[in-house]
C-alpha cells in the first residue's frame, strides 16, 4: 500500500523529492507542498534580501545575480528538468532582444513566447490528455511570457518611437537602453514572482534593484505637496504592517480552503444524477456558491506573492491621502471589491489587475480594430488551450456588451433616489455575481463536454438574456465617442503616474477603466 502510494506522488512531479514525506503526511499533492514551500523560503529570503542586501550594502550586480540564481533553485526545486522550458524561453528571447532588428523586436519576441507557451499548453492537454497538476511549469512560463513581451514593446517604445508617439501612459514606462544579461535574467526569473507573478514594469524593476523604487515615489508625493526635497532625509517605509496584513488575509483563505472549498466541489455541477434530479434553482445556488468556494486558492496564492515581493522592498507605490505607506504597486486583486462588485467590469478590474495591464499594453493599446476581440482571443490563447477557456471568454463578450447597453441606457434612471438606487446595486450584484458564476464555470471544468453539459443544465439562460440585451439595447445609446468597446481599456493608469492607492489593495492601474459598470 505504502509503495502504490509513492507511486502516485512520484507520477505527480518532475521536482524534487525531498518534501514527499511531508506530502503523505498532510495528504496533499507534492508538487503543491514543493510550490507551498518555495513561496515561504521565498518570503524569509525576500526579508533578508531588503535587510541584508539592499542597495546601501550591495551594488545592483550581485542583487541582480542574486535574484535570478534563487529563481533559478526554485524553478529546479519545483519542476526538474521542465525547468529548462522556461529557461530556454528566456534566452531565446534575450537573444533576440540583443540580435534582431529594434523594429520588429517587440513582433519577434511576441512570437516566440506566445508560441512556445502555446506549444507547451498543447502537449499538456492533449499529449497528455488533460493531465493537469496543480502547480507545473506552464504557470511560470505564462508570467515570463507576460514580462518578455511588455519588456519587447516597451523597448520599441524607447527606441524607435518619438516621444509625441508614445500615450501618457506608456512615455515614462519606455525603455531607451537594451538590458544585460543579467539584468534580463533578473527581470524575468527574479524569485520574487518566478512562480504566479506578478509581471512589472522593467523601468519599476530596475528601479527597485538599484535602490530608486522609493525614493522615487516619496520625492513625487513631497514634491506636490511643498515642492520641497524632505524626502532625501526620510528613511524608507517598512512593509512589515503590509506583509503581516496580507499573510493574515492568506492565512484565512487557507482556512476556508479546508474547511468550505473542499466540501463544495466544481465537477458536481455536472454530475449526472445532481443535473438529472435537482431543480434549476438547487442547480443555480450550488453554481454560485461552489464558485465563490473556489476563489479563495487564487486569493491565497497572489496575496502571498504580494507579501513577498512586498517583504523585499518591492511594491511601494507612495503615500496615501492620510500620508501612511500604500504597499500595492505588485498587488494582483482587490477581494473586498470582487466579493461586492456590481458590474462585470469591476470585478474584472479587480481580479488579476497585473495580467488586465498586460493585456493592455501589448495589445489593446496597439490593435488598430477590433481591439476587444483581440485582447480576448489574445489572453484566452495566453491562460492555455483549453477548450472551456475559450467558452469563458467568448461567453464574455455579449455578457460585456449587455451590461454596457443597460448602464448607459438604464442607471441614470436609479441615481436620484436612495431607495432605488439601492435595490439597483442590490441586483446588479447579484446579476454579476450570478453572470460571472456562469461565465467561469468552464474555465474551471476545462473540457468541452462538462462545459456543454453545464451550459445545458443552466438552459444557456445568460446567453440568451444578454444577446436579447445588447440587441435590444443597441440604438437606444449611440455615443458621440467611439463605442465603450474600442475603450476598454483605454485608461488604465500607469503605475509610474498613476496615483498610490489608500485602501486595501486597490488596483494602482485598473485593467479596464473605462469600460460601463
Given at each position: ?32 507542498v514543493n510550490f507551498l514551500a518555495c513561496q515561504l523560503f ?401 474555465f474551471l471544468l476545462l473540457a468541452v463536454e462538462p462545459a456543454l453539459v453545464y451550459y445545458r ?61
Amino acid at each position: 500500500m505504502g509503495e502504490r502510494e509513492e507511486s502516485a506522488f512520484d507520477v505527480k512531479t518532475t521536482g524534487s523529492k525531498w518534501l514527499l514525506p511531508v506530502s503523505e503526511y498532510l495528504g496533499f499533492p507534492l508538487d503543491q507542498v514543493n510550490f507551498l514551500a518555495c513561496q515561504l523560503f521565498a518570503l524569509a529570503a525576500a526579508f533578508w534580501f531588503r535587510l541584508y542586501l539592499s542597495p546601501s550594502h550591495a551594488n545592483p550586480l550581485v542583487r541582480h545575480a542574486v535574484a535570478a540564481l534563487l529563481g533559478i533553485v526554485f524553478l529546479i526545486f519545483c519542476f526538474g528538468w521542465y525547468s529548462a522550458h522556461i529557461l530556454t524561453v528566456v534566452l531565446a528571447s534575450y537573444l533576440i532582444i540583443i540580435k534582431a532588428d529594434i523594429n520588429n523586436v517587440h513582433r519577434y519576441s511576441m512570437v516566440t513566447a506566445m508560441g512556445y507557451l502555446t506549444a507547451c499548453q498543447v502537449s499538456r492537454a492533449f499529449i497528455y490528455n488533460y493531465g493537469v497538476l496543480s502547480t507545473d511549469f506552464s504557470g511560470p512560463l505564462m508570467i515570463v511570457t507576460q514580462k518578455i513581451t511588455t519588456l519587447a514593446f516597451q523597448l520599441h517604445d524607447g527606441m524607435c518611437k518619438k516621444s509625441e508617439q508614445l500615450t501618457s501612459e506608456q512615455k515614462p514606462l519606455a525603455v531607451n537602453v537594451r538590458p544585460s544579461l543579467i539584468e534580463y535574467l533578473s527581470y524575468n526569473l527574479n524569485f520574487l514572482s518566478v512562480f504566479v507573478g506578478p509581471c512589472s514594469n522593467y523601468k519599476e524593476y530596475i528601479d527597485f534593484i538599484e535602490g530608486r523604487h522609493i525614493g522615487k515615489r516619496l520625492r513625487q508625493h513631497f514634491g506636490t505637496c511643498n515642492g520641497q526635497n524632505g524626502y532625501d532625509k526620510t528613511p524608507d517605509p517598512s512593509p512589515l504592517n503590509a506583509v503581516c496584513r496580507k499573510l493574515l488575509v492568506c492565512s484565512g483563505c487557507l482556512l476556508f480552503f479546508f474547511t468550505v472549498t473542499r466540501s463544495l466541489p466544481i465537477t458536481y455541477n455536472v454530475d449526472p444524477h445532481f443535473v438529472s434530479q435537482a431543480p434549476f434553482l438547487t442547480r443555480l445556488a450550488y453554481a454560485f456558491f461552489s464558485i465563490q468556494a473556489a476563489r479563495p486558492k487564487f486569493y491565497f496564492a497572489w496575496t502571498l506573492a504580494d507579501a513577498v515581493n512586498n517583504a523585499a522592498g518591492y511594491g511601494f507605490s507612495g503615500l496615501d491621502k492620510n500620508g501612511k505607506p500604500s504597499w500595492d504597486l505588485t498587488c494582483n486583486l482587490n477581494i473586498l471589491e470582487i466579493e461586492t462588485a456590481t458590474s462585470f467590469k469591476t470585478f474584472i478590474d479587480n481580479w488579476n489587475i497585473r495580467t488586465g495591464i498586460w493585456l493592455k499594453t501589448v495589445c489593446y493599446d496597439r490593435a488598430p480594430q477590433h481591439r476587444l476581440a483581440l485582447t480576448f482571443i489574445l489572453s484566452a490563447l495566453w491562460h492555455g488551450v483549453y477548450p472551456g477557456y475559450y467558452f469563458t471568454f467568448i461567453t464574455a463578450i455579449p455578457i460585456t456588451m449587455a451590461a454596457r447597453a443597460v448602464r448607459k441606457s438604464v442607471r441614470h434612471y436609479f441615481l436620484g433616489f436612495g431607495g432605488l438606487k439601492l435595490g439597483y446595486d442590490i441586483f446588479t450584484w447579484a446579476a454579476t455575481q450570478l453572470a460571472i458564476c456562469y461565465t467561469v464555470m468552464p474555465f474551471l471544468l476545462l473540457a468541452v463536454e462538462p462545459a456543454l453539459v453545464y451550459y445545458r443544465s443552466m438552459y444557456f439562460h445568460v446567453h440568451i438574456i444578454s444577446i436579447l440585451v445588447a440587441i435590444a439595447l443597441h440604438w437606444k445609446h449611440k455615443p458621440s465617442e467611439p463605442s465603450a468597446a474600442t475603450k476598454t481599456f483605454s485608461s488604465s493608469s500607469s503605475s509610474s503616474s498613476s496615483p498610490p492607492c489608500s485602501a486595501q489593495c486597490q488596483p494602482v492601474h485598473s485593467n479596464n477603466n473605462d469600460k460601463v459598470d
